[in-house]
């Protein structure tokens, strides 16, 4: 079994440049690679860069898989509910009245599992910046929010889920007002 890994302390006063230049003087010296604190913490950053690119990955697919819910949930809603928008439309409710109804009705859900989203969030992230990582690793970060991706994520998921209950719900509003309630008979 060979060491691959030795980490060398340096007394407070001495210059680290000559340690390492004296390093470098040993018959193999050549061979070495050497790394201050600094490199070692860059390098360190890159890996985790590449390992959260996997997380933003899996975010996108879980908004997309989200929003493909949020149709589905919506379509099963405008079918079971056909009936009752026969009796609107039987009674003067227009056709984008009842679609804004369901635009709404989808935005606010949307805006609960958003807001759910951000406190949960917000709080698993306060636990794992302030207790996991100095218990541990031993080391601290400093917490920032990117707000202006965060809002802008936010708002892109209540439009997309406010179109999709839309275009969910055309086909059930699309049915003969009167054969839709026809069928409740």
């Not at 996997?54 to 079971?80: M, R, W």
């Amino acid at each position: 079994m060979s060491a691959t890994d030795v980490a060398v302390s340096v007394a407070r006063n001495v210059n680290v440049e000559r340690v390492i230049a004296g390093l470098r003087t040993l018959p193999f010296g050549a061979a070495l690679e050497i790394s201050q604190p600094g490199d070692i913490r860059a390098h360190t950053l890159v890996i985790f860069d590449r390992s959260f690119a996997v997380t933003y990955l899996l975010e996108a697919v879980a908004i997309v898989l989200g929003l493909f819910g949020v149709a589905a949930t919506f379509s099963a809603q405008t079918l079971a509910r056909a009936r009752e928008f026969g009796m609107l439309r039987h009674v003067g409710v227009t056709r984008s009245q009842i679609l804004a109804i369901l635009a709404l009705e989808g935005g606010m859900l949307t805006a609960c599992g958003i807001a759910v989203g951000f406190v949960f969030g917000f709080a698993i992230s306060l636990i794992l910046v302030f207790v996991v990582n100095p218990q541990s690793f031993h080391w601290t970060m400093s917490l920032h929010v990117p707000w202006i991706i965060l809002g802008t994520v936010a708002a892109v998921m209540l439009a997309s889920a406010c179109t999709m209950a839309v275009v969910a719900g055309r086909g059930a509003v699309s049915v003969d007002a009167v054969r839709a309630v026809k069928e409740d008979w």
